[in-house]
T-cell receptor, first 117, second 115 residues
Framework: DGGITQSPKYLFRKEGQNVTLSCEQNLNHDAMYWYRQDPGQGLRLIYYSQIVNDFQKGDIAEGYSVSREKKESFPLTVTSAQKNPTAFYLC????????????????FGPGTRLTVL | GENVEQHPSTLSVQEGDSAVIKCTYSDSASNYFPWYKQELGKRPQLIIDIRSNVGEKKDQRIAVTLNKTAKHFSLHITETQPEDSAVYFCAARGHYGGATNKLIFGTGTLLAVQP
């Protein structure tokens, strides 16, 4: 499980505030992902980055922004434009194209639970 | 768009019985199918995966089968134990818009193993 960390574990946001969730990995993975998890809806992709300095929108990118200035870091900002941000946020990383047992496996961080007050 | 459907959403079995979770996918180009287990409040963890050139894979009490023609894959857990209780997610990977490592997840199955 080690190698990918998220902080904080719990985060509370007031209406109209932007908040930033941290994700760091020391697995030397090129690809990183942000998912949102809501009860009964599984994991939905917010943003992903296949390589440093590049990222792309996932299925539910509205109200979120990301940056990928360093290979090991992929912070997610939840903006005030996100109308229903209360959820469990998971970050993951993988090494695309790596052969062997870890082929395509996405390793997840422990998650951040965001609550809007 | 591409999607993965997963059934059932909840599954309750007696300890020692088998459990089967089924998923279907829409993109015929999908070539990698992992299964993740998520215990309450914890991160999802990969338990088994299968590639499109294989029809079945086993790892002790866990097995996955793949039917590419039907675009269907299943997770089988035999001799279930209380510690198998968790939410299980299936996923499919395909070449969605050029991003070759993007996974589409099912909505999850809550498995409860009754002692």
């Amino acid at each position: 499980d080690g190698g990918i960390t998220q902080s904080p574990k719990y985060l509370f946001r007031k209406e109209g505030q932007n908040v930033t969730l941290s994700c760091e990995q020391n697995l030397n993975h090129d690809a990183m992902y942000w998912y949102r998890q809501d009860p009964g809806q599984g994991l939905r992709l917010i943003y992903y980055s296949q390589i440093v300095n590049d990222f792309q929108k996932g299925d539910i990118a509205e109200g979120y922004s990301v940056s990928r200035e360093k290979k090991e870091s992929f912070p997610l900002t939840v903006t005030s434009a996100q109308k229903n941000p209360t959820a469990f946020y998971l970050c993951a990383s993988s090494q695309p194209g790596l052969a062997g047992p870890s082929y395509n496996e996405q390793f997840f961080g422990p998650g951040t639970r965001l609550t809007v007050l | 768009g591409e999607n993965v459907e997963q059934h059932p959403s909840t599954l309750s079995v007696q300890e020692g019985d088998s459990a089967v979770i089924k998923c279907t996918y829409s993109d015929s180009a999908s070539n990698y199918f992992p299964w993740y287990k998520q215990e309450l409040g914890k991160r999802p963890q990969l338990i088994i995966d299968i590639r499109s050139n294989v029809g079945e894979k086993k790892d002790q009490r866990i097995a996955v089968t793949l039917n590419k023609t039907a675009k269907h894959f299943s997770l089988h857990i035999t001799e279930t134990q209380p510690e198998d209780s968790a939410v299980y997610f299936c996923a499919a990977r395909g070449h969605y818009g050029g991003a070759t490592n993007k996974l589409i997840f099912g909505t999850g199955t809550l498995l409860a193993v009754q002692p």
